[in-house]
């Protein structure tokens, strides 16, 4: 069974340029996970789907990130602009529903300079 | 609000030596409980899951945890490590709050002397 895969792995980008990151979640998983993860801290949510609804966004920072699921499978996270705090390693996430064990992909690291 | 706490930054242990990485969590209620593990440029992998049940649970790469109510712990163990388990360790908690949600703790980073 083919994992959650993301692209990139790394993106270096000057403050206020945007970038896309891209997930492609586990085959008939309905949860989709958007986290970052800071340099020596744990993941935080930032975006959660079912299908392709948002059931929480309470912490992604909306005046310059943006998501969407389309057709409840791929995702696509954005930012726009970026910014020096930005920096971080971007982890997709999928699970069968909303409450069994989530599956992570690789990450994205994305620098911002 | 619903937290998780892992108490220690750092660890190191010998190889061979039995390994022990707390978590405490913070919950209404009997949460889902997780470990994953993290390698250095990978993304997290899940080592043992709790649901409910019996409270030691058996997980990948020779890994136990056992569920505390009483204390709000959920402790990783491990009886002899090997080098190759010297990674970042995260617990976490599933927990229904309106949504249902994965809370992280902030990790703890093992280190193994050969």
């Known amino acids: 069974e083919a994992g959650v895969a993301q692209s990139p792995r790394y993106k270096i980008i000057e403050k206020r340029q945007s970038v896309a990151f891209w997930c492609n979640p586990i085959?008939?998983?309905?949860?989709l996970y958007w986290y970052q993860q800071i340099l020596g801290q744990g993941p935080k949510l930032l975006i959660q789907?079912?299908?392709?609804?948002?059931?929480?966004d309470s912490q992604l920072p909306k005046d310059r990130f943006s998501a969407e699921r389309l057709k409840g499978v791929d995702s696509t996270l954005k930012i726009q602009p970026a910014k020096l705090e930005d920096s971080a390693v971007y982890l997709c996430?999928?699970?069968?529903?909303?409450?069994?064990?989530?599956?992570f992909g690789q990450g994205t690291r994305l620098t911002v300079v | 609000a619903q937290s998780v706490t892992q108490p220690d930054i750092h660890i190191t242990v010998s190889e061979g030596a039995s390994l022990e990485l707390r978590c405490n969590y913070s919950?209404?209620?009997?949460?889902?409980l997780f470990w994953y593990v993290q390698s250095p440029g990978q993304g997290l992998q899940l080592l043992l899951k709790?649901?409910?049940?019996?409270?030691l649970v058996q997980g990948i790469k020779g890994f136990e945890a056992e569920f505390k109510r009483s204390q709000s712990s959920f402790n990783l163990r491990k009886p002899s490590v090997h080098w190759s388990d010297a990674a970042e360790y995260f617990c976490?908690?599933?927990?229904?709050?309106?949504?249902?949600?994965?809370?992280f703790g902030t990790g703890t980073r093992l280190k193994v002397l050969a």
């Open positions: 085959s008939g998983h309905a949860t």
């Open positions: 709790y649901f409910s049940g019996d409270t």
């Open positions: 976490a908690v599933g927990a229904n709050s309106g949504t249902y949600k994965y809370i």
């Open positions: 919950y209404g209620a009997t949460p889902y």
């Open positions: 789907f079912q299908n392709n609804g948002v059931v929480d």
């Open positions: 996430a999928s699970s069968l529903t909303q409450n069994t064990e989530a599956f």
